[in-house]
């Protein structure tokens, strides 16, 4: 058991930051993906509105779950680094500083913070996003009502 408290001591930290880190790069490639595709995307192409949803809605749970999971990644670490704090307190044999406690509590919220930088962004982007998708399924409804009345 002390080598897996040795390693998370170690690696813990790279672990949780750089999950978030690749969640975050992933976000981002899918945002502007989908900016790119909405801003060019011809509606009236699609003769049926469920192949233009597919098309709209493409990479946006991705974003979604990112911007849903990525604090819980953020207190995954936190836990961790709580959980490291109790263990050196239990391993010092009682001596306890009161500074050096709050100091290893305070980084180990580090990583909550994180996680809110990573998931604030996903979700204002995932809101956009489904505005645009919104406007784009109500132009679809306007050209193709007006190819029924001619």
Do not use: C
């Not at 408290?5 to 813990?12: C, D, G, M, P, R």
């Not at 991705?62 to 849903?68: D, F, W």
């Amino acid at each position: 058991m002390p080598q897996l408290f040795e390693f998370l001591q170690q690696y813990s930290d790279y672990i949780i930051i750089g999950l978030l880190l690749i969640m975050s790069i992933i976000m981002l490639a899918m945002v502007i993906e989908r900016f790119i595709f909405l801003s060019r995307i011809n509606v009236g192409k699609y003769s049926n509105i469920h192949a233009l949803d597919i098309d709209l809605n493409r990479n946006m749970t991705t974003i979604s779950t990112v911007g849903a999971n990525a604090p819980y990644v953020g207190l995954l670490g936190t836990v961790i680094g709580i959980l490291l704090t109790f263990y050196q307190i239990g391993q010092g044999g009682g001596d306890v500083d009161a500074g050096e406690i709050m100091l290893h509590l305070s980084l180990a919220l580090k990583a909550t913070a994180l996680g809110i930088l990573v998931a604030i962004p996903a979700m204002v982007f995932y809101s956009g996003l489904n505005r645009k998708i919104e406007v784009n399924r109500l132009k679809w409804k306007v050209l193709n009502s007006q190819k029924d009345k001619e």
